[in-house]
């Protein structure tokens, strides 16, 4: 009889949901990252406009120096059970999951991450499928269901240091809940900015564009001693962050108009990330 002796390595391991960020260095190259983030396409319901579809994703396949995120409810997804009208939409849900696939494909390496929408939800709620989760998958993507938080770098010279890029913290969640005006559904975005520090905020889902700037003031931890009092002293400097709603590819009519919601802007915003100078972030609308 003999004992063994067995070394077993400690790892933190990340618990299922837990909130983690992703990191993405991009070309030190870029002077500029655009972010036309892609949400509620809703592919499936009759109303979708492929057209404002295909050009955002078109816009950055074209464009090197642009990176986007998925966002949610690309998919119509209606059951028996749910409020859309399943004898209407185009396709099964598998079958909006592989168009999706197949249109997303020839972006995946711009694509940085992606969450899923409350009309996919229906479907793992129902079935424990999660047809998101397959899209990343398929796309070689980072996926995270609830929110995802994103570390992007490019660039060089920040601060006129070789070598330094330009670091920008995003988050990205879906969103929740109904509203009606352009405030309430602003105020969601603006909730969530509560919670977790970034330098942009992205919500979804209730289709209308909202950009708004908001400005804190944060401690800087150099410091200094004051010659006339003796005193250690720092400043405190302005740390802008944004806030944006993203938009929809569904044009109006059906449950929107019987329901009393307003058109969406079919337009994507686009998120302009500065690579030279002071750190920026811009909202092209």
């Given at each position: 009889?003999?004992?063994?002796?067995?070394?077993?390595?400690?790892?933190?391991d990340?618990?299922?949901?837990?909130?983690?960020y992703?990191?993405?260095?991009?070309?030190p190259?870029?002077?500029?990252?655009?972010?036309?983030?892609?949400?509620?396409a809703?592919?499936?319901?009759?109303?979708?406009?492929?057209?404002?579809?295909?050009?955002?994703?078109?816009?950055?396949?074209?464009?090197?120096?642009?990176?986007?995120?998925?966002?949610?409810?690309?998919?119509?997804?209606?059951?028996?059970?749910?409020?859309?009208?399943?004898?209407?939409?185009?396709g099964?849900?598998?079958?909006?999951?592989?168009?999706?696939?197949?249109?997303l494909?020839?972006?995946?390496?711009?694509?940085?991450?992606?969450?899923?929408?409350?009309?996919?939800?229906?479907?793992?709620n129902?079935?424990?499928?999660?047809?998101?989760?397959?899209?990343?998958?398929?796309l070689?993507?980072p996926?995270?269901a609830?929110?995802?938080?994103?570390?992007?770098?490019f660039?060089?010279?920040?601060?006129?240091?070789?070598?330094?890029?330009?670091?920008?913290?995003?988050?990205?969640?879906h969103?929740?809940?109904?509203?009606?005006?352009?405030?309430a559904?602003?105020v969601?975005?603006?909730?969530?900015?509560?919670?977790?520090?970034?330098?942009?905020?992205?919500?979804?889902?209730?289709?209308?564009?909202?950009?708004?700037?908001?400005?804190?003031?944060m401690?800087?931890?150099?410091n200094?001693?004051?010659?006339?009092?003796g005193?250690?002293?720092g400043?405190v400097t302005?740390?802008?962050?944004?806030?944006?709603?993203t938009?929809a590819?569904?044009?109006?009519?059906?449950?929107?108009?019987?329901g009393?919601?307003?058109?969406?802007?079919?337009?994507?915003?686009?998120?302009?990330?500065?690579g030279?100078?002071?750190?920026?972030?811009?909202?092209?609308?």
């Open positions: 009889m003999y004992t063994k002796e067995v070394h077993i390595k400690v790892t933190k990340i618990i299922q949901g837990e909130p983690i992703y990191a993405h260095v991009l070309d190259q870029f002077k500029e990252v655009l972010l036309p983030p892609i949400s509620d809703h592919y499936g319901n009759p109303l979708f406009s492929k057209k404002h579809f295909l050009n955002t994703v078109n816009f950055i396949y074209a464009t090197p120096n642009a990176v986007t995120v998925l966002n949610g409810d690309l998919c119509e997804s209606s059951l028996r059970t749910s409020k859309g009208q399943i004898y209407k939409q185009v099964s849900p598998q079958d909006q999951r592989d168009y999706m696939i197949d249109k494909y020839p972006i995946r390496s711009q694509i940085l991450g992606a969450t899923i929408g409350n009309h996919e939800l229906r479907i793992k129902e079935v424990g499928i999660d047809i998101c989760q397959d899209i990343a998958k398929a070689g993507v996926y995270r609830e929110g995802i938080i994103l570390k992007i770098s660039g060089d010279y920040n601060k006129h240091t070789r070598g330094k890029p330009y670091t920008y913290w995003i988050y990205v969640t969103g929740y809940g109904g509203a009606r005006t352009a405030a559904k602003a969601k975005v603006e909730r969530s900015s509560t919670f977790i520090h970034a330098d942009a905020y992205l919500m979804s889902h209730d289709h209308v564009v909202n950009a708004a700037p908001v400005v804190y003031l401690p800087d931890p150099r200094h001693v004051d010659p006339k009092t005193f250690t002293v400043r302005a740390h802008r962050k944004m806030l944006i709603k938009n590819y569904l044009k109006w009519g059906g449950y929107a108009e019987m009393g919601f307003s058109p969406t802007d079919l337009e994507t915003p686009i998120v302009k990330l500065a030279v100078g002071k750190p920026k972030i811009k909202v092209e609308i």
